[in-house]
C-alpha cells in the first residue's frame, strides 16, 4: 500500500506504529476527519491527529488570528496575527507530514452553511465550536449521520487538569456549556438522534476582580471578552478529542 511504502520512507511514524501495528495504522491513515473550530481546543486537537498518522483532515474556522488568541492557540502567534486560522494550520500540519491532504475551510458552521461541509463523507466529526447555537445546530446534524461524533464543552475558567474528562453528554456534570445546551434541546423538543461522548471540566469556573475588565481597565460586557481561557486547559480539551478519535479507530474506545 501507499502508506507502506510512505512509512518505510518516513520514520516520523515509527513509534505510532510500535502501538498499533501496521494494519490498524493503515486504518488510522484511511480515515477521514473534520474539525470545526480550530481554537484553543481545535487546533490542538487538529496537530495531534496529523502527528498521529491521520491524513484526511479537514479544519473549519472562519476567524483570523487576534493577539489575544497568542496564549492558547497553536497558529497564533506575533508573525500570524491577522491570518485566517486554518491557512495558518494547514501550513503547519504539512509542515509536519507533507504528504497529509489537509483540507481548510475559511468559513463558519451555522443552520445556513451546514449542507455544504457532507458530513456524511466523513469517518468522524469534532466539535470544538465556541457559539452556543451553531453547536446546537452541529450536534444535531452530526449525530444524524453515520459518522462518529466527539464534541467539547467549555473550557473558559477552568486551570485545573485533573478535572478534564469524557462522558456521554447527558451525563456531563457541573458544566454550564452542557447545561445551556441540554435546555436548548428540551425547550426546542429536538433532541440529538443519539449518545455521544463530550470532553469537559467539572472544576467550579475561575473568577476574579478582573475577570470582566480588559486591558485598558475598562469594564466588559461582551461575553466573549470575558471568558478568560488558559492553554494547558484548551489544550488538554483538543487532545482528549484526538484521543477519543485514535483510540476508536484503534478499538480502545467503544
Known amino acids: 500500500m501507499i502508506m507502506d511504502a510512505m512509512c518505510e520512507k518516513y520514520e516520523c511514524f515509527n513509534r505510532v506504529m510500535r ?3 501496521r494494519e490498524t495504522f493503515n486504518k488510522i491513515c484511511e480515515t477521514r476527519v473534520i474539525i470545526f473550530g ?8 487538529a496537530e495531534s491527529l496529523i502527528r498521529s498518522g491521520i491524513m484526511h483532515l479537514t479544519i473549519v474556522d472562519a476567524d483570523v488570528v487576534a493577539a489575544s488568541n497568542i496564549n492558547r492557540q497553536l ?10 486560522k486554518v491557512n495558518v494550520m494547514k501550513a503547519r500540519l504539512l509542515d509536519i507530514n507533507p504528504h497529509a491532504h489537509i483540507t481548510a475551510i475559511n468559513d463558519v458552521y451555522n443552520e445556513h452553511t451546514a449542507e455544504k461541509f457532507n ?4 469517518d468522524y466529526i469534532v466539535d470544538a465550536i465556541d457559539s452556543l447555537s451553531d453547536k446546537a445546530h452541529l450536534i444535531l446534524k ?9 464534541s467539547s464543552m467549555g ?5 485545573d487538569p485533573t478535572a478534564i474528562k469524557m462522558a456521554e453528554f447527558w451525563k456531563v456534570k457541573g458544566c454550564p456549556l452542557a447545561a445551556s445546551l441540554r435546555r436548548k434541546f428540551k425547550k426546542s423538543g429536538i433532541y440529538p438522534k443519539r449518545k455521544f461522548k463530550c470532553v469537559y471540566s467539572d472544576e467550579q469556573p475561575m473568577k476574579n476582580d478582573d475577570t470582566c475588565v480588559d486591558l485598558t481597565g475598562a469594564m466588559s460586557f461582551n461575553k466573549a471578552s470575558i471568558n478568560g481561557a488558559i492553554c494547558h486547559t484548551t ?12 483510540n ?5 474506545e467503544k
Do not use: D
Open 19 to 21: 502501538i498499533t501495528g
Open 235 to 246: 489544550a488538554i480539551f483538543g487532545l482528549y478529542l484526538a484521543a477519543f478519535v485514535l
Open 38 to 45: 480550530i481554537g484553543g481546543v481545535g487546533s490542538w486537537c
Open 155 to 159: 473550557a473558559a475558567l477552568k486551570v
Open 119 to 122: 458530513l456524511e463523507s466523513y
Open 142 to 150: 452530526a449525530t444524524s449521520t453515520n459518522a462518529k461524533f466527539v
Open 75 to 84: 497558529p497564533a502567534t506575533t508573525s500570524t496575527v491577522g491570518l485566517p
Open 248 to 252: 476508536h479507530i484503534i478499538g480502545r
